[in-house]
């Protein structure tokens, strides 16, 4: 069903970003129902997508619908439009947790088989495995990412930098990857001709001939992009050994990868970190336990919980190697103890936000050494790294913008490569086949390397170039972040300098390192400038930049034209959500900050008005006027209990959005009737302030983390029945 009577679209989602749904969205919806604007919500969390999968083991009160296979249909019509919140990317464990929280709630779902053996175990792993990872993001985003932040955002930030570490020459952070043999040297890359169009496979063969087909009904389109590539695993162990052989003293070492999204093969890189920093534990110990590395220390300290030998030689062997860059020093939680938990994009910019400085074992800040194995990304950071040890900290009061064009419609490049990595099984040859049989990529492999194939269409790339260039426009800085060097960059760029002759362009083309040097030059000179990179780069940009810029990603405005008419607007990123629900179950503060959120919905009245919805106009006009003065007036969210949170920021946004509504002259009506709406959030202010605060730095109990209790989820987040009242009389 792709057909929607709703105007705009909203998601339900996951941890911080739908607790604050529970307490904006009311406010929104009572806005836009003035404006004879309908506004519905899908659910796409991790929970919603779970219960999904069984419709026939459930109730017909448990049943949900899919609601993201209605959205993946939607996103292709020119009506969409949809507000994208941040939603989890699950990793096993994750998955694992919340199929526990909702078999607790008494949903009949199976567990997830971790080593399937029956047919039905084998379904059943393939269903979860469906909706882990990225399930989210390929199937929403079919059209080209164009992520920058709002000019009131952007000025707020440079009247009130956020705290920036220093950095001297002599810092001992650093940036090791492989020295080869990773994704970035074994990558072949072909673009399909017309003649090759059509169906193809990918074929294991072993070194007695024995063939076994990887993946079946493939098909490609003339132009498509396809490239092969794997990371051998001996390379990689023998780097890991020596990354840390060959630590300095007193530095921390660490790893940061992207497991949720790269769910097959970073929890395989992840599991081979853990071996080998626990090698001489495994030797003693390993044959006894049914321990894969994969999962990390924090799987194997329950293992061995209550042996006294075990853990005892654990906590020797880890005080005999370099000590871990931590995720809670408080709590003993490591960098090594699950793979979900340190994520590259927003990890490393915040060890480079601080000043190269992470956590230890012993609570004490400490240089480290991030391990990023794969060339094709790490450059980025290492040359993040050097630059500000040669130039210093960033002054956030000067800086200039950078935003972003992401190539990542239609699953383009790697994330959308998860049905197409495999773990080599035997020594032997990966491939990929045509139909007609001819060979277009070819790998020798060993037992254990990764191995991976990801594509991107034409007609992506070539919308990806036109945005590219109508930012550049905008913007007059911009540079291509691809490698010649690197074999599937190299099949961009033939399409990209056509394209750039064609428009009259003079756009550099230049390799991440030498992309990253030119961007931080011209960004500390004041300067905006535009990073028009491919999928990965584009994620981690849009959390590198804007940390240093703003203190955080979650205010970036992330607008994705919809290739076929439509529009998708995203709410900045979710990486700190996690932290923000414990503070909330233990203080009842939430200090997630909705910016994001009120950009996106700004551009989505926008975007709405351009259908000759001009009261849809009013609103997002209105909407940055509010924006611009809860930034100027300082009405945030803070850190710490008595601060403002998350909902008396939804207060004063309401308030300044009624305020501006009733300031116009567009519309009568609206004008006259949010004049009221106005006079009653002033005179009411103390008291719904006190209401909103009449429980906070007590414990909070939402029933449920991946699956909370409605009805308490409500209770927590609308806690106001004045602020209630006044909204519900819109």
């Known amino acids: 069903m792709t057909k929607t009577t709703a105007d705009i679209i909203y998601t339900i989602v996951d941890e911080a970003p739908e607790l604050a749904r529970n307490s904006l969205l009311p406010i929104i919806s009572a806005f836009a129902d003035a404006a004879d604007i309908k506004i519905e919500t899908r659910d796409i969390s991790l929970a919603g997508r779970i219960l999904s999968l069984f419709p026939d083991l459930l109730s017909d009160e448990q049943r949900v619908s899919d609601d993201l296979a209605e959205l993946g249909k939607l996103v292709k019509t020119p009506d969409a439009n949809v507000i994208k919140l941040p939603n989890i990317s699950a990793s096993v464990p994750q998955l694992q947790e919340a199929i526990k929280e909702l078999q607790s709630q008494g949903y009949p779902i199976p567990d997830y088989p971790t080593d399937p053996q029956s047919d039905a175990e084998k379904a059943t792993r393939a269903k979860y495995d469906g909706i882990k990872g990225s399930a989210v993001n390929p199937v929403l985003r079919e059209g080209n990412s164009d992520r920058r932040s709002a000019k009131a955002v952007k000025s707020y930030a440079k009247l009130n930098p956020h705290r920036m570490g220093e950095w001297t020459a002599d810092n001992k952070t650093s940036v090791a990857s492989m020295p080869g043999n990773d994704f970035f040297a074994n990558e072949k890359s072909v673009t399909i001709s017309a003649a090759q169009a059509g169906g193809a496979k990918i074929l294991f063969t072993d070194k007695i001939g024995a063939e076994t087909v990887l993946k079946d009904g493939l098909s490609y389109e003339d132009g498509t992009i396809v490239d092969g590539t794997y990371m051998s695993a001996k390379a990689l162990r023998a780097y890991i050994k020596d990354a840390v052989e060959t630590i300095e003293p ?16 970073d929890p395989i890189i992840f599991g081979h970190f853990v071996s080998v920093y626990l090698e001489d534990f495994l030797a003693k110990h390993g044959d006894k336990l049914d321990f894969n590395p994969n999962s990390g220390i924090g799987t194997l300290e329950k293992l061995i919980a209550g042996n006294a030998e075990m853990e005892a030689d654990l906590k020797a062997a880890l005080a005999a190697k370099p000590p871990l860059y931590m995720v809670n020093s408080d709590k003993g939680i490591t960098n090594l103890h699950v793979s979900s938990d340190v994520i590259i994009d927003a990890s490393m910019p915040a060890v480079i936000k601080a000043g190269g400085i992470g956590w230890g074992p012993d609570g004490e800040p400490a240089n480290t050494k991030c391990c990023i194995p794969d060339n094709c990304y790490a450059p ?25 064009v992401g190539l990542m419609a239609q699953k383009a490049e790697e994330y959308g490569s998860h049905p197409t990595t495999f773990t080599a099984s035997a ?18 492999v060993e037992q254990g390397d990764i191995w991976r194939s990801c594509t991107a269409k034409k007609a992506p790339i070539l919308d990806w170039i036109k945005l590219g260039i109508e930012r550049f426009d905008a913007t007059g800085l911009a540079a291509f972040w691809l490698d010649e060097n690197r074999a599937h960059d190299a099949e961009l760029i033939k399409y990209i300098k056509p394209a750039l002759a064609a428009a009259g362009k003079d756009i550099p083309i230049l390799a991440p390192r030498e992309a990253t040097r030119y961007t931080l030059e011209e960004m500390t000179k004041g300067h905006d400038v535009v990073t028009i990179t491919g999928n990965v780069l584009r994620d981690y940009l849009t959390d590198l930049f804007p940390i240093l810029e703003l203190g955080t990603s979650a205010k970036m405005l992330s607008i994705v034209k919809l290739m076929n008419g439509g529009g998708l607007f995203e709410t900045g990123a979710g990486g700190s959500a ?25 551009e989505s009245f926008n975007f709405l008005a351009t259908k000759d919805r001009p009261k849809a106009a009013v609103l997002g006009k209105a909407v940055e006027r509010a924006t611009e003065f809860l930034l100027v007036e300082g009405h945030s969210p803070g850190r710490k209990v008595g601060d403002n949170d998350n909902r008396s920021s939804h207060y004063w946004f309401a308030r300044f959005w009624a305020e501006a509504i009733a300031l116009q002259y567009e519309d009568a009506d609206l004008k006259t009737h949010f004049a009221g709406i106005t006079k009653k959030l002033i005179e009411n202010e103390e008291t719904i302030l006190a209401e909103l605060k009449a429980d906070e730095g007590s414990p909070a109990d939402m029933g449920g983390y991946y699956h909370a209790d409605a009805k308490k989820v409500t209770n927590i987040m609308r806690p106001s029945a004045t602020l209630n009242e006044i909204i519900g009389s819109i």
């Open 427 to 444: 020594d032997g040859t990966i491939s990929i086949v045509l139909e007609g049989g001819d060979v277009i990529i070819s790998h020798d």
């Open 578 to 602: 996690p932290k923000h629900v414990q503070q909330l179950q233990e203080e009842n503060h939430l200090r997630w900050d909705s910016l994001g959120e009120f950009c996106a919905l700004g």
């Open 250 to 265: 007193g530095v921390l070492f660490s790893v940061h990868l992207k497991a949720t999204m790269m769910k097959v093969s």
């Open 380 to 404: 980025v950071y290492d040359e993040t790294v050097e630059f500000f040890k040669a130039n210093g900290k960033l002054d956030v009061t000067t800086c200039g913008a950078v935003s972003n």
